[in-house]
């Protein structure tokens, strides 16, 4: 739900549906009868040089030659527009779809920066912009799919568009209302495993600490019973001194007893 690759996904769905529409456009434009189309090409052409005594250039001929060419190979096409129609169709869903998940994203980030203490890398003056602008920018692309579908294209795109935006906007609705629960649930499961590190970090400070403290009370045993017995070595290399009876007897000399 990150609102940056919503946004990039709307996008490329907008830039989807305008290709989409101009190739449309063009199979559309080249349907029906290629020869007549052809013809007309070829009274423009004429009109635009040898009818005014002009010379066309080689590389106007080679332009003139490309477009004939694209003419012909688009009629050729013309059984296309259904698959075309359909992927518009789809191609348009995907931007409304990620339209309003990002407006219901940007919607939830408000709700929780009203109350909690924002931690992210960017400033919260950085952020707002950023949801303006994306924001902004979204709405711009609605405009432009509605003058390119609506305004410049056949008026069976212009009738699907309006049937998409009719449809998304109540799946909108769903959507704003599953992408806060999405969030909420998200939020509730990060604040838990936030917890739960701040317990296992806790404990392992405890642990280190623990270790540290036993190292340091086993060192200073090791030191003290080391001086201990440089400075005292009758009372032997044990960790437990000899006492007073353990020093006498082995003071005393050993008498050998045979069989």
Not at 47 to 72: L, M
Request: charged letters at 30%.
């Amino acid at each position: 739900m990150d609102p940056l690759t919503l946004f990039a996904l709307a996008n490329t769905a907008v830039a989807a549906v305008k290709k989409g529409c101009q190739l449309y456009k063009d199979i559309k434009g080249a349907a029906g009868d290629v020869k007549a189309v052809l013809k007309d090409l070829d009274e423009q052409f004429h009109g635009a040089f040898e009818a005014k005594g002009k010379t066309a250039t080689v590389e106007q001929r080679n332009q003139f030659v490309q477009e004939k060419n694209r003419v012909i190979a688009l009629n050729k096409r013309d059984g296309e527009t259904a698959g075309i129609y359909q992927e518009l169709g789809e191609h348009l869903g995907a931007y409304y779809d990620n339209l309003y998940k990002c407006l219901a994203v940007f919607e939830e980030e408000e709700k929780h920066h009203q109350h909690e203490i924002y931690q992210g890398d960017a400033s919260l003056g950085k952020r707002a912009l950023q949801r303006v602008l994306m924001r902004k920018q979204l709405e711009q692309m609605g405009l432009e799919l509605r003058e390119v579908m609506v305004y410049q294209s056949p008026k069976e795109l212009g009738a699907l568009h309006t049937e998409v935006e009719q449809m998304m906007k109540v799946m909108g609705k769903q959507q704003k209302i599953l992408v806060a629960k999405q969030m909420q649930d998200n939020h509730v499961r990060a604040v838990r495993k936030r917890q739960r590190m701040d317990a296992v970090w806790a404990n392992a400070a405890w642990g280190i600490a623990c270790i540290v403290i036993a190292a340091s009370v086993g060192l200073m045993f090791a030191f003290v019973i080391q001086d201990r017995i440089e400075k005292y070595p009758q009372l032997g290399t044990g960790i437990i001194p000899k006492s007073e009876k353990q020093q006498k007897e082995e003071a005393e000399p050993k008498r050998y007893v045979g069989r």
